[in-house]
C-alpha cells in the first residue's frame, strides 16, 4: 500500500552541484506535481503534469526542471543547486486535477550549503 | 490569478475550545476547495472538501462550508482535542491554462494545550 513515495528523504548538496528526486506513484493517477514547503509561505507550486511525456510550470519554476516520461514517475532535477533551494520538498498526485483529492509523499529534506 | 488566503498562526487553544481557522480565495470560475492537514514529519493528507457552492464538506468533527458570496472555506471544529496539533492548510483546485492545478494557502498552525 505504497502510495506516493518519495526518493531520497535528506540530502545535503553544495552550491552548484546536480541532483535528481524521484517521486513514484501506485495509483494510476494522471496528475502529479512538485511543490516546495517552506516557513511561513506554505506549499507552493514548482511544476506540475497532467499526465504521462507533459509538464507545466507551476508557480516558481526557475531552477527546476521536470520530466514525466512514464505515467507513475516525475522527476524534479536542480542542475546547479543554490542555497535558496533549500527547503523540504513534496510529490503529490491525483486521480485528475478537478475535485479530487492530492495523495503527497513524505517529504525530501534538501539542503543547500 | 488564483490565489489562497488563511488566518497567521499558531493558534493555541485549549483542550475542548472551539476552533475556526478563517479561509479566503480568489478565482476564477468555480473551483473545489480543500483542507489538508500536516502532521510532524508527515505529507498532508485531506481532512475535507467541498466541490460547489454552500456544500459543506466534514470528517473527523471538522466542518467547513463554501460560501461563494464571501469566496470563503473557514474551518472550524467544536471541541479540540491534544491529537488535533498540526497544521491545517487550506487549498483550491481551478482550471488554469495548463490544466486544473491545486493551489495552497500558507497554513496555520495548531497547538492544542491538555
Known amino acids: 500500500n505504497a502510495g506516493v513515495t518519495q526518493t531520497p528523504k535528506f540530502r545535503v548538496l553544495k552550491t552548484g552541484q546536480s541532483m535528481t528526486l524521484l517521486c513514484a506513484q501506485d495509483?494510476?493517477?494522471?496528475?502529479m506535481y512538485w511543490y516546495r514547503q517552506d516557513p511561513g509561505m506554505g506549499l507552493r507550486l514548482i511544476h506540475y503534469?497532467?499526465?504521462?511525456?507533459?509538464?507545466a510550470k507551476g508557480e516558481v519554476p526557475d531552477g527546476y526542471n521536470v520530466s514525466r516520461l512514464k505515467k507513475q514517475n516525475f522527476l524534479l532535477g536542480l542542475e546547479s543547486a543554490a542555497p535558496s533551494q533549500t527547503s523540504v520538498y513534496f510529490c503529490?498526485?491525483?486521480?485528475?486535477?478537478?475535485?479530487?483529492?492530492?495523495?503527497f509523499g513524505q517529504g525530501t529534506r534538501l539542503t543547500v550549503v | 490569478g488564483n490565489s489562497v488566503t488563511q488566518m497567521e498562526g499558531p493558534v493555541t487553544l485549549s483542550e475542548e475550545a472551539f476552533l475556526t481557522i478563517n479561509c479566503t480565495y480568489t478565482?476564477?470560475?468555480?473551483?473545489?476547495l480543500f483542507w489538508y492537514v500536516q502532521y510532524p514529519g508527515e505529507g498532508l493528507q485531506l481532512l475535507l472538501k467541498?466541490?460547489?457552492?454552500?456544500d459543506k464538506g466534514s470528517n473527523k468533527g471538522f466542518e467547513a462550508t463554501y460560501r461563494k458570496e464571501t469566496t470563503s472555506f473557514h474551518l472550524e471544529k467544536g471541541s479540540v482535542q491534544v491529537s488535533d496539533s498540526a497544521v491545517y492548510f487550506c487549498?483550491?483546485?481551478?482550471?488554469?491554462?495548463?490544466?486544473?492545478?491545486?493551489?495552497f494557502g500558507a497554513g496555520t498552525r495548531l497547538f492544542v494545550k491538555a
Open positions: 467541498a466541490t460547489k457552492a454552500d
Open positions: 495509483m494510476n493517477h494522471e496528475y
Open positions: 503529490a498526485s491525483s486521480r485528475t486535477g478537478e475535485n479530487t483529492e492530492a495523495f
Open positions: 478565482a476564477t470560475g468555480y473551483p473545489s
Open positions: 487549498a483550491l483546485s481551478a482550471l488554469n491554462t495548463g490544466g486544473f492545478k491545486t493551489i
Open positions: 503534469s497532467v499526465g504521462e511525456g507533459t509538464t
